[in-house]
């Protein structure tokens, strides 16, 4: 079963960062566009405009921004915000190839570019040394005494080394919105369309700066909208390559290195091109251009590929494999199941064995993590981690399976009110495949009771009859496990009583019952075993050694007329723990009644006390049952 | 197939128990037959070619193109038909909407739907067959309506070609293909929005807004802004085939079983 995609929080996403970024390439449009844009300030020669501003700052930071806002308005929190940094996890090398991989692709993918297009390329760099003499000319400085080789060398040494780092602060401002919040929620797609996706998401989200002249300027074939597809086609590659280092670092910041990088080093290919060379900016050779691209391409195919091992590694690293495996004659086995639901840990860590023929109890206050347990284990909902085995066949990878073997009774027993209590039923079985429909369907009416009633349409019937019939639905595919939502809530005495034996006759055919409920009397006296539930486990064992582990064994010792100096006699034996009066009846808590009692009785007769019953006193399940919610509520 | 096909009997078997279905896929359809044929009936003989044309601000020749053999007052009685066909493209959108919005929030607010996925059926599977539930009594409804208006025709227009020409590819291609085809985008629409939604009203009146470009169509040949011809009802089918397979995936993506259980209360 896939995980849910939280297309809610995925809207508001889109719909912040798309209405930040798109209404500020408005007022850049607005005034001037990019290329009258009107100059804030001028730095070291360089103007400033208020396009190249807005573009850096608003634009770029809109999805950061929209992270920050949906979390806040959904009330998701930060748990997985993207922004650990894995140190001692070695994952140096995703560092490492982040900080290196996007001058390696931008320079072959040049190569490529002069390799197709030989007569752009200046070997002289003429365009790169009038570019440096001319911003000394501004800066009014002495000539460099290096050579123009030598002054590229450098800027290229710049590039690969500083620059991811210096342009990582407009880089975070993208990718903790792409990587760090969109990547994660797309996930649940599966990597390959979640990539595919993002990019698409990515490219279009360009789309006003780059019908403003953004990357490719203004004058190329099919302008502005073969650039926009251009640089979709861009960010879907460099968008796989980002994932997959975000996949693989488990964290954003590797994509954040990658980002500035390329961001510093896009422009030396142009550092190349021959001063009278008129490229096609489709084309190249800026590593946007289709085939300087080429190994962006190549290099997120091959990531694409290998995304099903990649993803098994991850999942395998977040979700270890099962220790081991449910032993012969296990019905339900779990092992640190757990769900969790945006910030709220509905089950956290579920260990538990259920032999085959057991009915087991599952107690727990409202929210406690019963319904959620019982639906993960029917194969409903996913777990979040953990494994879990319903009669042989593993969750989340055998649902269908398990859908098969498993009959459910759910918290409102919801029917089809305008058809027949029969045609009800029917429509079930036929889709839980029932070899003889109309055979099975009147089986089990019969023996609920409602053959009389088979014709009448479910809405006249009584919330009791209700109940039955849906007992009935979860029955009649002859489950291997049976699971039973609080069956008896909300039903009168009668029902309630005429449900419990049915649920002791399924018991006494040998059937897995497990059953959630809020009755503790009903669980004492149906269940094998209990579980107390309060989003971890609380208590596991048989309601007699859990009222035995809680409480002690006590004697009641019923007398004619007590005197103080009976308590205080047996108070003084060794083996006693506690000695309680209460009006004409002592009792005493110790370990072994069986064999102490007639030495208590003997004690008593001789200090010449009349007896006139002795019994084990009786804890009710309730008392155990708060004293360990109680107990769990506060730890 | 088979659990499709249980599917789609419990569907008919509940929601034609329901008087507003059962009046939208009945009675929608044959009022819709016997307006125009009526009108035809009263206009008996009357339907004037020039009138028609200046109304209809369409040329002789676009109007020959549509009236194919028929001449004078036949093809005038048929141009006055024509315009009816945007009713018929309407009837396989309306219809299915209302069945559609009820079989889905109909689950929801009968709290069926947990037991029903409960089940081993896949998610496919379950909105084929309540899309399929939805699609088959709108469309069969439309061709019945289709064949009731022929035969009005028959009877009461000029001559029997007038009918006759009824039957010219351009019906058929809407009533055979692009109404099947936009039923199927009426019914995919009102799965994605039932999926979302917790009320049958607020689905149906959501897909209900599917009406206006249908609408629009009839308005925009009504005015003489377009003609619809056999290659425009070609178009419309191709453009349609794709809306459809776009509309059908994502509503099996948006139709999720975890959140629908956990969320819908």
């Known amino acids: ?635 | 197939m088979k659990k499709i096909w249980v599917i789609i009997r419990k569907e008919w078997a509940e929601v034609f128990r329901n008087k507003i279905v059962l009046f939208t896929v009945i009675g929608v359809p044959l009022l819709f037959s016997i307006i125009p044929i009526a009108l035809i009936g009263s206009l008996q003989g009357a339907t004037d070619l020039d009138g028609l044309q200046n109304e209809l601000g369409m040329g002789l020749e676009a109007i020959q193109q549509l009236c194919g053999p028929l001449q004078g007052v036949d093809c005038g009685q048929y141009l006055l038909l024509q315009q009816f066909m945007i009713l018929f493209l309407m009837m396989p959108a309306i219809i299915p909407v209302t069945i559609a919005a009820y079989s889905i929030v109909g689950e929801k607010n009968t709290r069926t739907l947990e037991p029903l996925l409960a089940t081993p059926i896949g998610t496919e599977q379950l909105l084929a067959g309540k899309a399929l539930a939805a699609v088959i009594p709108a469309v069969l409804a439309c061709f019945g309506s289709f064949f009731i208006f022929v035969g009005g025709a028959n009877l009461l227009a000029s001559s029997p070609a007038v009918a006759a020409q009824l039957f010219s590819p351009l019906w058929l291609l809407g009533i055979f293909l692009v109404g099947p085809l936009l039923s199927l985008t009426g019914v995919s629409l009102a799965v994605m929005i039932s999926s979302r939604v917790t009320e049958p009203r607020a689905a149906e009146q959501l897909t209900a807004l599917l009406v206006l470009p249908v609408t629009a169509l009839f308005m925009g040949q009504l005015f003489g802004l377009l003609v619809v011809d056999q290659t425009f009802m070609l178009w419309i089918a191709a453009g349609l085939i794709l809306v459809d397979a776009t509309l059908l995936y994502f509503a099996v993506q948006l139709f999720q079983r975890e959140t629908i259980l956990t969320r819908w209360k």
């Open chain 1, 1 to 635: 079963m896939k995980p849910v995609l939280d297309t809610r929080r995925i809207s508001i996403f889109l719909a912040i960062t798309f209405g930040i970024a798109w209404l500020t390439a408005l007022v850049v449009y607005l005034t001037g566009g990019t290329v009258d844009s009107p100059v804030l300030f001028t730095v070291a020669g360089t103007s400033v405009s208020l396009a190249l501003v807005l573009i850096a700052t608003v634009y770029m930071w809109s999805p950061a921004i929209a992270n920050i806002l949906t979390r806040t308005i959904t009330r998701e929190g930060w748990k997985d915000s993207g922004l650990r940094l894995p140190l001692g996890e070695r994952r140096w090398w995703t560092w490492a190839l982040a900080w290196v991989l996007p001058a390696a692709l931008t320079l072959l993918g040049a190569l490529l570019y002069f390799l197709v297009f030989p007569q752009h390329y200046d070997p002289e760099l003429l365009g790169f040394k009038a570019m440096v003499d001319a911003a000394i000319e501004a800066q009014g400085q002495q000539p460099i005494p290096l050579d123009i080789w030598t002054l590229l060398l450098v800027q290229l040494g710049q590039g690969v080394l500083l620059s991811p780092i210096v342009n990582s602060l407009f880089a975070f401002g993208e990718e903790f919105g792409w990587r760090a919040y969109l990547q994660d929620k797309l996930m649940p797609l599966g990597f390959r369309k979640a990539m595919l996706l993002l990019g698409a998401i990515w490219g279009v989200w360009h789309a006003p700066v780059i019908a403003m002249g953004h990357n490719y300027g203004f004058g190329y074939p099919g302008a502005p909208w073969t650039g926009i597809l251009a640089m979709t086609w861009f960010s879907i590659a460099a968008g796989v390559i980002f994932g997959w280092l975000t996949l693989r670092g488990r964290s954003v910041w590797p994509a954040v290195i990658a980002h500035g990088a390329i961001n510093g080093i896009a422009g030396i290919n142009v550092l190349f091109l021959h001063p009278e060379a008129q490229p096609n900016p489709l084309l190249g050779p800026l590593p946007v251009g289709i085939i300087a691209a080429l190994p962006w391409t190549l290099l997120a195919a091959y990531l694409f590929w290998r995304s099903d091992k990649d993803a098994a590694d991850v999942s395998r690293e977040t979700n270890p494999p099962p220790t081991r495996k449910p032993t012969r004659g296990t019905m339900i086995a779990a092992e640190n199941l757990s769900k969790q639901f945006d910030t709220v840990t509905a089950v956290d860590g579920l260990d538990v064995e259920i032999p085959a023929g057991e009915v087991f109890g599952l107690l727990g206050p409202n929210g406690a993590g019963k319904t959620t347990t019982i639906r993960m284990l029917s194969a409903l909902i996913a777990p979040s981690r953990g494994h879990a085995w319903v009669a042989g066949h593993h969750i989340g990878e055998e649902d269908a399976l398990i859908r098969k073997d498993v009959g459910i009774l759910t918290e409102t027993p919801g029917m089809y009110e305008q058809l027949s209590a029969q045609r009800n039923l029917s429509f079930f079985a036929e889709l839980y495949e029932v070899p003889r429909v109309d055979k099975q369907v009147e089986r089990y009416l019969r023996m609920l009771g409602l053959w009389g009633r088979r014709n009448d349409p479910v809405g006249t019937f009584s919330k009791g009859m209700r109940q039955k019939l849906a007992i009935a639905r979860a029955l009649l595919h002859e489950p291997k496990v049976l699971f039973l939502d609080e069956p008896t809530s909300g039903l009168d005495p009668e029902a309630s009583r005429m449900v419990r034996e049915f649920i002791s006759d399924l018991k006494a055919e040998g059937r897995t019952i497990i059953l959630s409920t809020h009755n503790l009397d009903e669980a004492d006296r149906l269940c094998d075993r209990i579980a107390v539930l309060r989003g971890r486990l609380l208590a596991l064992d048989t309601p007699t050694n859990l009222r035995r582990e809680l409480f002690g064994r006590s004697v009641v010792f019923h007398l004619a007329k007590a005197k103080a100096t009976f308590a205080k006699a047996l108070a003084r034996l060794p083996f006693v723990h506690e000695v309680e009066a209460v009006d004409n009846k002592l009792v005493v808590k110790l370990d072994d009644p069986e064999k102490r009692n007639p030495q208590l009785v003997a004690e008593l007769v001789g200090l010449g006390a009349q007896i006139q019953f002795v019994g084990e006193m009786r804890q009710s399940l309730e008392d155990v049952y708060l004293q360990l919610v109680e107990a769990g509520g506060t730890a």
